[in-house]
């Protein structure tokens, strides 16, 4: 683990300084595409080129369940895991079209999923344990499991990087995984669960309030140490998380963007962050859910969302839909012609006549 953290390298600063001279100097008021011009400048950094174009694309969707449903936090009953596992197997999931969307590879890995699964072209058999144990009684996972999980992860998106892939989604399925999820947030903020826990799939104002109560109890009887990322992760995560943190660290120590989704991804790369916070510079903002939790994680990690859709789904959704606009930066960057090769007359006053130029 020390040495895959040491091997997470500063982004390239002379290939984002030349990709953000071209970007000043194409056919635009500056800065007038604020966030593309952000992204294309972050891959640069990353791909260390200052024109990145067409990035082969992977999501890897983690799916595990957690104990803590027995304690009726979730609307939808744990068997709903392995049925959507088989879903996005058949391809009729909302992931499945998104990731069509953006031709993007999706990798589903059961890393804990409480059934057996039959074998499936596509479905990678990675099982820790069958779901964690309940954390509202006692932790969720043993640290062995939860290194486990972490290397599980970080294997897979070594296998997709070897493949090619330079950007990495995230993505989740596990009913009631929205609970460990916020728990490993409230870790992180003084803001108490009231404040951070979110319907999920669509609990009443009653389970809300219950699942509040729950999270509570979970840090209580846990007491997990914000100081040891691993202690919080054991004691009040879930397998999917764990290993979605290995798919962090192994994507920035091997130079690959990492696409984050919602509360549960944002979790996990929360936690990865504090393990290596040199990895928060390959983190890429996709949307800002409905959940609470979410907009904080992303505000201590320091990443922005860039889409406000009111989304909760998971899967990966808007992991897919932040690849799309990846494309899009690097479509601008590399399609749109700058003011001399158009020959169009630059800004004349202001900032842009500091950094527009026609010999470009």
Same mark, same amino acid.
């Given at each position: 683990m020390e040495q895959l953290i040491a091997?997470?390298?500063?982004?390239?600063?002379?290939?984002?300084? #030349?990709?953000?001279?071209?970007?000043?100097?194409?056919?635009?008021? !500056?800065?007038?595409?604020y966030g593309l011009e952000q992204l294309a400048r972050k891959l640069a950094g990353i791909t260390r080129q200052a024109r990145p174009n067409q990035l082969k694309k992977s999501i890897i969707l983690m799916a595990a369940d957690h104990g803590?449903? /027995?304690?009726?936090?979730? /609307?939808?009953?744990?068997?709903?895991?392995?049925?959507?596992?088989?879903?996005?197997?058949?391809?009729?999931?909302?992931?499945?079209?998104?990731?069509?969307? +953006?031709?993007?590879?999706?990798?589903?890995?059961?890393?804990?999923? @409480?059934?057996? $699964?039959?074998?499936?072209? *596509?479905?990678?058999? &990675?099982?820790? /344990?069958?779901?964690?144990?309940?954390?509202?009684?006692?932790?969720?996972?043993?640290?062995? #499991?939860?290194?486990? =999980?972490?290397?599980?992860?970080?294997?897979i998106v070594r296998e997709e990087l070897a493949k090619g892939a330079k950007i990495i989604g995230l993505g989740e399925m596990g009913i009631g995984n929205t609970t460990?999820?916020?728990?490993?947030?409230?870790?992180?903020?003084?803001?108490?669960?009231?404040?951070?826990?979110?319907?999920?799939?669509?609990i009443s104002q009653a389970a809300l309030a219950h699942k509040v109560r729950i999270i509570q109890q979970a840090i209580a009887v846990n007491r997990p140490d914000p100081d040891d990322? $691993?202690?919080? !992760? =054991?004691? +009040?995560?879930?397998? &999917?998380? =764990?290993?979605?943190? *290995?798919?962090?660290?192994?994507?920035?120590?091997?130079? =690959? @963007?990492v696409v984050v989704d919602g509360v549960i991804t944002s979790a996990a790369a929360l936690l990865a962050v504090k393990m290596a916070p040199q990895a928060r510079d390959y983190l890429v903002g996709s949307h800002l859910s409905c &959940?609470?939790?979410?907009?904080?994680? !992303? #505000?201590?990690?320091?990443?922005?969302?860039?889409?406000?859709?009111?989304?909760?789904?998971? &899967?990966?959704?808007?992991?897919?839909l932040g690849m799309s606009l990846i494309d899009a930066s690097l479509h601008v960057l590399n399609d749109m012609k700058t003011f001399g090769e158009a020959q169009v007359a630059t800004a #004349?006053?202001?900032?842009?006549?500091?950094?527009?130029?026609?010999?470009?």
């Amino acid at each position: 683990m020390e040495q895959l953290i040491a091997a997470i390298k500063p982004l390239d600063s002379e290939a984002m300084d #030349q990709c953000q001279l071209r970007i000043d100097n194409l056919t635009k008021p !500056l800065g007038s595409l604020y966030g593309l011009e952000q992204l294309a400048r972050k891959l640069a950094g990353i791909t260390r080129q200052a024109r990145p174009n067409q990035l082969k694309k992977s999501i890897i969707l983690m799916a595990a369940d957690h104990g803590v449903t /027995a304690e009726g936090i979730s /609307a939808y009953p744990q068997e709903v895991t392995p049925q959507m596992v088989l879903n996005f197997c058949r391809g009729g999931a909302a992931i499945n079209v998104f990731a069509r969307h +953006v031709s993007a590879e999706l990798v589903l890995v059961d890393i804990g999923v @409480a059934a057996e $699964l039959p074998d499936l072209p *596509g479905l990678r058999r &990675e099982k820790i /344990a069958p779901g964690t144990a309940n954390m509202a009684t006692g932790a969720a996972m043993t640290r062995e #499991q939860t290194l486990a =999980a972490i290397k599980i992860g970080i294997k897979i998106v070594r296998e997709e990087l070897a493949k090619g892939a330079k950007i990495i989604g995230l993505g989740e399925m596990g009913i009631g995984n929205t609970t460990p999820s916020t728990a490993i947030i409230g870790c992180y903020t003084d803001k108490p669960p009231s404040e951070l826990a979110g319907p999920g799939t669509g609990i009443s104002q009653a389970a809300l309030a219950h699942k509040v109560r729950i999270i509570q109890q979970a840090i209580a009887v846990n007491r997990p140490d914000p100081d040891d990322p $691993l202690d919080v !992760l =054991a004691k +009040v995560g879930g397998l &999917e998380i =764990a290993g979605l943190v *290995g798919v962090v660290l192994g994507a920035a120590a091997g130079g =690959a @963007a990492v696409v984050v989704d919602g509360v549960i991804t944002s979790a996990a790369a929360l936690l990865a962050v504090k393990m290596a916070p040199q990895a928060r510079d390959y983190l890429v903002g996709s949307h800002l859910s409905c &959940e609470p939790a979410h907009n904080i994680a !992303l #505000q201590i990690i320091g990443v922005p969302a860039y889409l406000q859709l009111d989304m909760r789904l998971g &899967e990966g959704t808007g992991a897919a839909l932040g690849m799309s606009l990846i494309d899009a930066s690097l479509h601008v960057l590399n399609d749109m012609k700058t003011f001399g090769e158009a020959q169009v007359a630059t800004a #004349q006053d202001g900032p842009g006549a500091l950094r527009q130029r026609a010999d470009i």
